[in-house]
């Protein structure tokens, strides 16, 4: 019975959908407030009533009613009680009703949020928003419903795949769809900037934070399913470029360029059409990602039986809102002559530009790879696979320009500099490159890459540092006090530029820590039986055991690891074999332990009946620069969102 | 943004979409062979059923079907009707021989599935899996036409059924068994 | 290995397995397996390569490499015959070669082409902008002053 109010509500939510679209041009043509406030009514309406579809789903799911399709696909009377409630979005249905979920709760927030200070735009919010949503509900009520109900139902259901199964998965999901759905609201304001032709700056001040917002919850969710593949999936790499990824990066990279482009505009109020087309692209690449996972045009890991039909009603929505998005850039834009203004190519406005093209670039080197083999079938029948040895070769030298961009573009000055200053601002982070590939080639390491990757890293790194020592100590003078109470009046009296330049610092640890557990990770693989031991780098693994252990809805194999350096025992370590119950599913369970910053992962592929382990160790150097890189640049960015407003805001 | 610059953005975007139609209608399983042509690799094998060995060689000259499966594979038991069929229109012709290929299975689960499902010619088992590579089998079932030049002339990923069937039938291997005589001689 | 294995578990049936405890290591011939498993795709699988897949097929593959490596095929001549049996498909990456060099090239292009029209693009703006009047550089202190100034207000 839950089940079927939840149904309703969703279809309620559709019926209202385009009541939303309709009040919204009446807003516009009549510009009557009411028909305003009756899209907003509509909006808020929608989210209450999708909000009843996703607990009622929930509640089929804790109290596992198998009667429900989804239901007896996604889950079992074993499933733990916690992956019960992630279960919801563990499959198709569920998870583009969580989609759409997400949506209705960001318009809700920005209509509610910019009611008063921006009523000419709310039409057009609500207008675009409720398309969106429209197009969505359609796919969810027509074509792929979670409420469907199962006749004869079963005894017990399916089981959610095992490799959902896991606390990062459970995140991954919905932080992923808000950053994809937080970029419509800038995407809705700069519709409504076309179409109502006022292009000035304020959509971009207004938007800003909404768009930093987006941007961090896509970055956590890529990171968390970096995280949740290299645990889970037990080779002990965080990025397979699979196609899926591929899908949440290219948004994130254009996404990127936007957020650093609409500074130049906020400042100098230029490339005003760039900016929009910025946008357009990353929200479009957004729904793009999710027609490429939802279709089965490139299978994938991930991806969902292929169905020729709802491929099309997807590939139909999103083409007609990328197809009028564009439509109406091209069309205002034969109608907008931006004055450019440009003093020198060696410039702010002028490195951000060319960060905007290594960013593009990026982009297009993703969607080219992963539409490659597409491409290849279409016009003469071969296939190819575009797999990591492609993404890390050609990407490299891109990634290595973008840092080296990071490091110039904030320390010059808008407009032009002098020479005298470049000297000034970058001679000692030059000199930091310098010393660091010394300091590196002196301790052994000659991989090209890795020099490379850490003279740019010492460069930018140095360049901050440098500019918020200068400044720190400027306020110090000022305020006479010590230099710490200058940095913090420094980063009190500028939060948005100094929590930017963390999210950078961020991205240099990140960086470090690719490269290191990337190029020197050492990994063997042995076969042995209890009492045999192994070494790796300076460790030695000894199997000590191997046992049977159980979960709730698992049975394992457990190796236990006896790990020694010299002669010291520093751990023991249990990977595990996993047989799910439901599924006769196996899974591999590594067992991590953290040093010098570094892992020891330890998976046991196999286990023999006659007692034969092969044991798979890797030694992963400064992975844990991966992850706290992720922390720093999350740490910058809700500085970012969370700094006090100033009065032009 | 001037019309060179807009009509780029259109042309990319009608080619996106024409792409993606295109996609959507492909099978994402479809994947060119090379071996079209090639000559057809020998293999040696004990036969599930009666475990004596079975060659390609010991055919040679004549037209072969090779069709691999396995007992947990679900597409080969849709197809099993009418691989059977497809025995029993050209078993009478001298020169055609049908011969399964039990890949990736255990030998109980073979048989039983034999002895189930009821066949009528013989099987090899491929016991390491080698057989299956040197025909860049991708999964079950796939079917190989081997012609009397012991050269691959088709292969078929996918059940043997429906339109798949008649087109095998009429189009491959009739024709194979036909022509015959004039190609012997080679 | 698997000979060697089989021979340990004959010896084990009889005797306490403590005695046999020994140091365990890679052989240069599960090194060069892994060198060739590695750039190959297993092709039931997702962008997976054949040495990280779990799938049976890979494991079979991985014997294959085994064998033949044992027989003294060298690693091109594998990869060669993998080739010859799946097609570029069967590769990592497309092969450097006929069409494929457009997805080699294009991001180095893209970011060539693209740089040579921003650099004009800029290069003319800046020659349409009229210079602001020079001024003489004021002395350090007051610029210092200048951008705390700056910095408050922005």
Redesign the interface.
Same mark, same amino acid.
């Given at each position: 019975m839950i089940i079927e109010i939840g149904h309703f509500s969703v279809i309620v939510a559709l019926v209202l959908s385009v009541f939303g679209m309709a009040s919204a041009v009446l807003a516009l043509k009549t510009r009557n407030p009411d028909w305003a406030r009756s899209g907003r009514m509509a909006v808020t309406l929608i989210f209450f009533l999708l909000s009843v579809g996703m607990l009622s789903l929930v509640y089929a799911f804790i109290t596992r009613d198998f009667s429900v399709l989804y239901v007896a696909n996604n889950s079992n009377s074993k499933l733990p009680f916690f992956y019960t409630v992630a279960a919801v979005w563990g499959g198709h249905e569920g998870s583009l009703l969580l989609w759409v979920f997400i949506l209705s709760l960001f318009s809700t927030l920005a209509v509610w949020l910019h009611w008063r200070t921006q009523p000419a735009i709310m039409p057009y919010l609500i207008a675009v928003e409720s398309a969106v949503m429209f197009g969505f509900l359609c796919l969810i009520v027509f074509l792929s419903s979670p409420f469907e109900r199962l006749l004869p139902v079963p005894l017990d259901g399916k089981d959610l795949n095992p490799l959902l199964q896991d606390p990062a998965m459970v995140m991954h999901p919905p932080m992923l769809y808000m950053g994809y759905v937080g970029f419509s609201i800038p995407f809705s304001f700069a519709m409504a900037a076309l179409f109502s032709g006022r292009l000035g700056e304020e959509w971009i001040k207004v938007t800003q934070r909404w768009t930093t917002f987006a941007w961090m919850c896509l970055t956590t969710g890529i990171l968390l399913g970096g995280y949740w593949a290299y645990y889970e *999936?037990g080779?002990g790499?965080y990025w397979?470029? %699979?196609?899926v990824e591929n899908a949440s990066f290219m948004p994130w990279l254009v996404g990127t360029a936007y957020l650093h482009s609409v500074l130049v505009q906020e400042?100098r109020k230029m490339f005003k059409?760039w900016n929009l087309f910025l946008i357009i692209v990353t929200f479009s690449l957004s729904l793009i990602g999710t027609?490429l996972v939802r =279709? /089965?045009? &490139?299978? =994938?890991?991930h991806?969902f039986a292929?169905d020729?039909e709802r /491929? $099309?009603y997807i $590939?139909l929505f999103v083409?007609t809102v990328?197809?009028i998005a564009?439509g109406a *850039?091209?069309l205002r834009?034969?109608k907008l002559k931006s004055q450019?203004?440009?003093?020198? &190519?060696i410039s702010r406005e002028?490195i951000f &530009?060319?960060n905007n &093209?290594?960013f593009?670039? @990026?982009a297009?080197?993703v969607f080219?790879?992963t *539409?490659?083999p597409?491409?290849? #079938?279409?016009l003469? %029948?071969?296939?190819?696979?575009?797999?990591?040895?492609?993404y890390n070769?050609?990407?490299m030298?891109?990634a290595l320009?973008l840092l080296f961009l990071m490091g110039i573009g904030p320390y010059i000055p808008w407009r032009k500099a002098?020479i005298a200053s470049l000297k000034k601002s970058f001679s000692l982070p030059l000199l930091a490159g310098a010393v660091m590939v010394i300091l590196l080639l002196v301790t052994g390491i000659q991989n090209l890459y890795a020099l490379a990757g850490s003279y740019v890293v010492a460069f930018a790194g140095m360049a901050i540092v440098l500019d918020f020592g200068k400044?720190s100590q *400027?306020?110090a003078q000022?305020n006479g006090s010590n230099i710490f109470q200058g940095g913090l009046a420094?980063f009190t @009296?500028?939060q948005r530029?100094y929590s930017s330049m963390i999210t950078h610092i961020g991205v240099l640890v990140l960086v470090v820590g690719i490269i290191a557990s990337t190029i020197y990770q050492t #990994?063997?693989?042995? =076969?042995?039986?209890?009492? %045999?031991?192994?070494?790796i780098g300076d460790y030695r693994m000894k199997l000590t055991n191997i046992h049977e252990v159980a979960g709730g809805n698992w049975n394992a194999q457990e190796g236990v690891f006896q790990v020694f350096k010299g002669e010291n025992l520093i751990t023991e370590l249990r990977p595990q074999k996993r047989i799910y119950a439901a599924t006769q599913t196996?899974t591999?369970e590594s067992a991590i332990y953290a040093i010098n910053m570094g892992h020891i992962f330890l998976t046991m592929?196999e286990v023999s009946e006659?007692g034969?382990a092969v044991a798979r160790g890797v030694l992963n150097p400064l992975i844990l620069w991966v992850w706290g890189g992720g922390v720093i640049m999350g740490l910058g960015v809700i500085l970012n969102i969370l700094r006090p407003r100033k009065k032009e805001e | 943004m001037n019309k060179g610059w807009q009509l780029t953005l259109v042309l990319i975007l009608l080619g996106l979409f024409a792409l993606f139609y295109k996609g959507l209608w492909g099978d994402p399983r479809h994947i060119p062979t090379v071996l079209i042509g090639t000559e057809a690799p020998n293999f040696e094998g004990p036969d599930v059923e009666t475990g004596q060995t079975i060659s390609l060689a010991q055919f040679k000259g004549k037209v072969v079907l090779l069709n691999f499966w396995a007992s947990w594979c679900y597409e080969c038991k849709v197809e099993h009707e009418s691989i059977l069929q497809l025995h029993q229109l050209f078993k009478d012709h001298p020169d055609f021989v049908m011969l399964g290929v039990n890949y990736q299975d255990k030998l109980p689960d073979a048989q039983h599935y034999l002895q189930q499902y009821g066949t009528t010619f013989s099987h090899v088992r491929d016991l390491k899996g080698q057989l299956a590579i040197d025909y860049g089998v991708y999964g079950v079932p796939e079917t190989f036409v081997i012609d009397q030049q012991g050269k691959i002339r088709h292969k078929w990923v996918g059940p043997i059924t429906g339109e798949v069937y008649t087109n095998i039938t009429q189009k491959v291997i009739a024709p194979l068994l036909t022509s015959q005589p004039a190609t012997r001689t080679s | 290995m698997r000979m060697r294995l089989t021979l340990w578990l004959v010896v084990l049936l009889a005797v306490p397995v403590s005695l046999f405890a020994a140091v365990q290591d890679e052989t240069n011939l599960d090194i060069q397996v892994r060198e060739i498993a590695k750039t190959l795709r297993c092709t039931v699988c997702q962008t997976e390569n054949i040495w990280e897949s779990g799938a049976p097929l890979a494991q079979q593959m991985r014997g294959v490499i085994r064998e033949r490596l044992a027989l003294g095929h060298s690693e091109a001549e594998i990869r060669a015959y993998f080739l010859s049996r799946y097609g570029d498909y069967i590769l990592m990456e497309p092969p450097k070669h006929g069409v494929n060099w457009l997805i080699w090239v294009a991001p180095f292009l893209l970011l060539l082409i693209g740089g040579f029209f921003l650099y004009k693009e800029v290069t003319h703006w800046v020659r349409d902008t009229p210079t602001p009047p020079s001024q003489p550089l004021p002395p350090l202190d007051d610029q210092a002053r200048k951008r705390i100034e700056h910095e408050l207000e922005s």
């Open positions: *999936l080779w790499g397979g470029w %699979d196609p400042k059409v027609f =279709s /089965g045009v &490139l299978t =994938s890991v991806s292929t020729p /491929g $099309l $590939l083409g990328i197809g564009f *850039l091209i834009s034969n450019v203004e440009m003093d020198s &190519l002028s &530009l060319f &093209l290594f593009l670039v @990026a297009a080197t080219l790879g *539409l490659y597409l491409i290849l #079938e279409t003469q %029948d071969a296939k190819v696979t575009v797999g990591p040895p492609y070769a050609v990407f030298p891109i320009g002098s400044i *400027l306020y000022r420094a @009296a500028n530029r #990994e063997k693989v042995v =076969s042995m039986r209890v009492g %045999d031991e192994f070494a196996p591999t592929p006659d034969v | - | -």
